[in-house]
């Protein structure tokens, strides 16, 4: 063991305290200053953002306004309204759908007037212009009505595509009526298109209504629209018994305050997001393609689950109060205010993939250079083993990526705290989209940092392997590091994809995974835990890695 450590030790000091590496990461460590002034990292808006008043009295009294402007509780309660009508619309009868079959029959009524006619000319009345000219405004106007109404403000499921067809067939039918050709003319294009008539009783066939049973909008009301009013009732009440039982110009309540107004907000908001939420995944069980349907943006599931699972979490805490809790995200905060830690979740990130790159550099110089300049040889002929110049080796690379990554935390950390300062409270995550937890924002940080020396153990194993099934270094570095950046691109763009999962493109950051929203695109996401529980992935990191270890191992003394 001794000789382990002592090898590890000499090519530690070779790896993070030669000239290049310290001029390297100087460099970046000027970088990440000169960014903490430069680039403000975006937070989420404290309610007082949009709230005027510099005391207790005022805030309220701005809350209480009608200034469009604020988040005022009236518009807000329009919020909470829009989400009881979310209820409604499901509830009723869909009236845009009946509205476009209503349509369709008047064109297949002009159609079979208009064959007749051209069949048996001067035995059958033309339609006349004024009728068509009618049937297409009402078209016309069921499409701008369509594409107004918010998500889930209709029944009526049109895709993207459908939508674009009723758009051409307006605009067929429009170009016809606006041009000066006679009547006789103008019936004959018509007569021409056929296929538009076609396609409209397609659209109108194949439409879907989306049905909520019953029990669900129940239980929807139940859950979420009644819970929310006894908590926005008790709020307001708070608020009120504040307002009334304080001193003129107090200024000590009133973070309390603003903490009321902000609960307020995010209680009409978390009901709103949580119907929308549930209606979507219940979207997604009738295997529509929710990204194809008018409307919709770009639709990840464990998004919509950790959403939800906020929603939930949030309108049932009757203690829960914003400005006690952060939000733990990749990038940016969804604290009310920039923190410390905030500061080095976001640097540790850049930081983090730059270690991983040094990793695969160290890798190469150890178990690539080292061989081809002869240094291997040296070592070896000081009477120690395979396994010793091996393993010792390996650990001199594990602890310079370790000792970065340490420094660059801890600096990033001091700055932070010195720039930006602390916030009360734990950082609220979701596990495996459905458990909600609170967790110490220091102890999310170290997980972090773990996360991304992770990630470099994963891509210097690689890297050892790579150096040990081929003399052409400069080639199976090249090879390494493209995997890396073709790993990188996946977890970016392709991250939804299950079989990008399956390969071995690891980017295990555990707080991307603790924190939900593995789907989402985002810098050094996992795609490793995007469909999997946490434990069995960390199992299969870990008999990957290892079992890459030891058959590099066995390379290396055969080599």
């Not at 100087?26 to 200053?33: D, E, Q, T, Y």
């Not at 639709?299 to 689950?305: M, P, V």
């Not at 699972?309 to 309108?315: E, M, P, Q, S």
């Not at 996992?526 to 290892?546: K, R, W």
Request: overall charge positive.
């Amino acid at each position: 063991m001794k000789k382990i450590i002592q090898i590890a030790k000499y090519d530690f000091k070779r790896l993070a305290f030669n000239p290049f590496t310290l001029m390297a990461f100087a460099i970046i460590l000027v970088a990440c200053l000169i960014m903490g002034f430069v680039y403000k990292i975006p937070n989420t808006p404290e309610y007082s953002a949009s709230l005027s008043g510099e005391t207790t009295q005022e805030v309220y009294q701005s809350f209480n306004s009608s200034d469009s402007k604020y988040d005022t509780k009236l518009k807000l309660d329009a919020m909470f309204d829009d989400a009881k009508f979310l209820l409604q619309v499901h509830d009723t009868k869909c009236a845009e759908a009946d509205e476009l079959i209503s349509i369709n029959h008047l064109f297949s009524d002009i159609w079979d007037q208009l064959y007749a006619y051209k069949t048996w000319q001067g035995q059958a009345s033309a339609p006349s212009i004024s009728s068509i000219s009618n049937a297409v405004a009402r078209l016309e106007m069921f499409v701008e009505n369509f594409k107004s109404l918010k998500q889930f403000h209709t029944r009526l499921i049109l895709t993207k595509t459908q939508v674009g067809d009723l758009d051409k067939i307006i605009k067929h039918f429009k170009e016809i009526l606006n041009s000066n050709s006679n009547t006789t003319v103008a019936l004959n294009k018509i007569y021409e298109g056929k296929s538009y008539f076609t396609l409209l009783n397609d659209i109108s066939k194949k439409a879907i209504t989306f049905n909520v049973d019953s029990v669900h909008l129940s239980s929807f009301k139940m859950d979420y629209i009644d819970t929310a009013t006894k908590k926005l009732e008790n709020i307001y009440a708070e608020m009120s018994d504040m307002y009334n039982h304080i001193n003129f110009g107090d200024v000590k309540n009133i973070s309390k305050m603003k903490s009321l107004a902000t609960n307020y907000k995010l209680t009409c908001e978390s009901a709103k997001t949580a119907i929308e939420k549930e209606y979507t995944l219940l979207l997604d069980k009738l295997s529509v393609k929710i990204n194809k349907i008018y409307g919709y943006g770009n639709f990840y599931l464990e998004e919509t689950k950790r959403d939800l699972t906020y929603a939930k979490y949030f309108l049932k805490d009757d203690g829960l109060y914003y400005s006690s809790y952060q939000h733990a995200l990749n990038f940016n905060t969804a604290s009310y205010k920039t923190t410390a830690y905030d500061h080095s979740y976001f640097m540790m990130s850049i930081v983090g993939f730059l270690t991983i790159m040094f990793g695969i550099v160290g890798s190469y110089k150890l178990f690539g250079r080292d061989r081809r300049n002869g240094k291997m040889d040296l070592i070896l002929s000081q009477k120690v083993s395979f396994n010793q110049v091996f393993i010792g080796k390996s650990m001199a690379v594990l602890w310079s990526t370790s000792f970065w990554i340490l420094v660059f935390g801890i600096l990033t950390f001091a700055w932070g705290a010195i720039f930006y300062g602390f916030l009360p409270g734990s950082i609220i995550a979701v596990f495996n989209t459905s458990k909600v937890y609170t967790i110490s924002p220091l102890l999310f940080l170290l997980i972090k940092l773990i996360g991304i020396e992770l990630q470099a153990i994963f891509y210097s194993v690689i890297t050892i392997f790579m150096m040990n099934i081929s003399r052409k270094f400069e080639l199976t570095f090249a090879i390494t590091m493209a995997i890396f950046v073709a790993a990188t691109v996946c977890n970016i763009f392709l991250n939804g994809q299950l079989w990008w999962c399956l390969l071995p493109f690891i980017h295990a950051d555990i707080t991307s995974f603790i924190g939900g929203g593995t789907m989402s695109p985002g810098f050094l996401k996992t795609s490793l835990y995007a469909y999997g529980n946490f434990f069995i992935s960390l199992i299969y990191y870990i008999v990957l890695v290892g079992l890459l270890f030891t058959f590099t191992k066995q390379l290396f003394k055969k080599n």
